[in-house]
């Protein structure tokens, strides 16, 4: 059975760090291209980071330079480390894997497109 498991989110005052965790398992995390899915209040996701299973990475214009996307210590595991939060930055957070489609789309369709989808970890920050 495939699973993505977040974890990490929580309250956080604007200009705070946060690290969300995702674990992997039931698919060939070492051939797979990960990613982070912001879902808005509208329902709408759109790709904020991904890493390539080559290790590539890429960075939504909104994120870049605050937060960073690496593979865990742990294995099968996709690390969001997310600094100078803003409260536009509020959002559930979902990892994703494969088919990672970038453009912001009703969250529907977008986890049509993408492989693997997990359940999401909500992050708060106040201002």
């Known amino acids: 059975e495939v699973q993505l498991m977040e974890s990490g989110g929580g309250s956080v005052q604007a200009g705070g760090s946060l690290t969300l965790s995702c674990t992997a398992s039931?698919?060939?995390?070492?051939?797979?291209?990960m990613g982070w899915y912001r879902q808005t209040p509208g329902n709408e996701c759109e790709l904020i980071s991904s890493?390539?299973?080559?290790?590539?990475?890429y960075y939504e214009k909104s994120v870049r330079g605050r937060f960073t996307i690496s593979h865990g210590r742990a294995k099968n595991t996709v690390l969001l480390q997310m600094n100078s939060l803003k409260s536009e930055d509020t959002a559930v957070y979902h990892c994703?894997?494969?088919?990672?489609?970038?453009?912001?789309?009703?969250?529907?369709?977008?986890?049509?497109?993408?492989?693997?989808w997990g359940q999401g970890t909500q992050v708060t920050v106040s201002s």
């Open positions: 994703a894997a494969d088919g990672l489609p970038r453009a912001r789309a009703p969250c529907d369709s977008v986890r049509g497109v993408a492989n693997y």
């Open positions: 890493i390539s299973s080559d290790g590539s990475t």
């Open positions: 039931g698919f060939t995390y070492e051939h797979s291209d």
